[in-house]
C-alpha cells in the first residue's frame, strides 16, 4: 500500500514564525488532505488539495502530484496553531485512506 | 447541517463486555469509515464503508465488526471488548458524487477505556 512520511515529527516555534510541513508520499494519488488535530481532539478539515495550490488565510498548501509531495505553509503562527497536523492520501475510488503519523506543532507565546 | 456526530462520547468497558458505536452523517456521503487513534501511532483505519449495505476491512480489522444498513449510519461493534481496543475512535465520512469531492469529515471521537 502507499507510504505517507510527515516531516518534521514535531516542531516548537516562537508565536509570529512561519513554518512548512512536508508530507511524502509513495504512489501517485487522487486524493489529498490535510487536517489539523486542536488539543482537544477534534479534527478539523484544512485543505482538500490533490494537486496545485491553495491559501486560506495564514495557511497554504502545495501539492505537486507528479513528484510526491504536499507541503503545508503556516505563516505569522499562533499558539492556537498549536496541535498535530495530518496528511491523509488515497488513490480514489474504493481505495483505503493512509495517514501519515503527523507533525505535532507546539507555538510558544 | 450537524455534520458528523457519533455515541456516547466516552465510554469505559470491562474485558470481555460489548458494546457499540454509533456514526451518524447529514451530509448525503457516500463513503463512511471508522478509525482508531493510539498515542504515537496517528490514524489507523478499522472498517469503512462505500455505500449502504456494504462493508470492507480496513488496516486492523480484527475484533471489530461494522454494520451500514441505512447511507447515514455506520455502526462498530466490538463483541468481546479487550484492552488492547483502548483507544479513540474516530468516524468520517467522504465522497459527494455531484461534487465529485472526496473530501473527509471527521466526528468529535469516542473514548473507549476497557479494564
Known amino acids: 500500500g502507499i507510504q505517507v512520511e510527515q516531516s518534521p515529527p514535531d516542531l516548537i516555534l516562537q508565536e509570529g514564525a512561519n513554518s512548512t510541513l512536508r508530507c511524502n508520499f509513495s504512489?501517485?494519488?487522487?486524493?489529498l488532505q490535510w487536517f489539523h488535530q486542536n488539543p482537544w481532539g477534534q479534527l478539523i478539515n484544512l485543505f482538500y488539495?490533490?494537486?496545485g495550490t491553495k491559501q486560506n488565510g495564514r495557511l497554504s498548501a502545495t501539492t505537486v502530484a507528479t513528484e510526491r509531495y504536499s507541503l503545508l505553509y503556516i505563516s505569522s503562527s499562533q499558539t492556537t496553531d498549536s496541535g498535530v497536523y495530518f496528511c491523509a492520501v488515497d488513490r480514489g475510488g474504493d481505495d483505503k485512506i493512509i495517514f501519515g503519523k503527523g507533525t505535532r506543532l507546539h507555538i510558544l507565546p | 447541517n450537524a455534520g458528523v456526530t457519533q455515541t456516547p462520547k466516552f465510554r469505559v468497558l470491562k474485558t470481555g463486555q460489548s458494546m457499540t458505536l454509533l456514526c451518524a452523517q447529514d451530509?448525503?456521503?457516500?463513503?463512511m469509515y471508522w478509525y482508531r487513534q493510539d498515542p504515537g501511532m496517528g490514524l489507523r483505519l478499522i472498517h469503512y464503508s462505500v455505500g449502504e449495505g456494504t462493508t470492507a476491512k480496513g488496516e486492523v480489522p480484527d475484533g471489530y465488526n461494522v454494520s451500514r444498513l441505512k447511507k447515514q449510519n455506520f455502526l462498530l461493534g466490538l463483541e468481546s471488548a479487550a484492552p488492547s481496543q483502548t483507544s479513540v475512535y474516530f468516524c468520517?465520512?467522504?465522497?459527494?458524487?455531484?461534487?465529485?469531492?472526496?473530501?473527509?469529515?471527521f466526528g468529535p471521537g469516542t473514548r473507549l477505556t476497557v479494564t
Open positions: 451530509m448525503n456521503h457516500e463513503y
Open positions: 488539495i490533490p494537486s
Open positions: 468520517a465520512s467522504s465522497y459527494e458524487p455531484d461534487r465529485g469531492s472526496h473530501e473527509q469529515y
Open positions: 504512489d501517485s494519488v487522487n486524493n
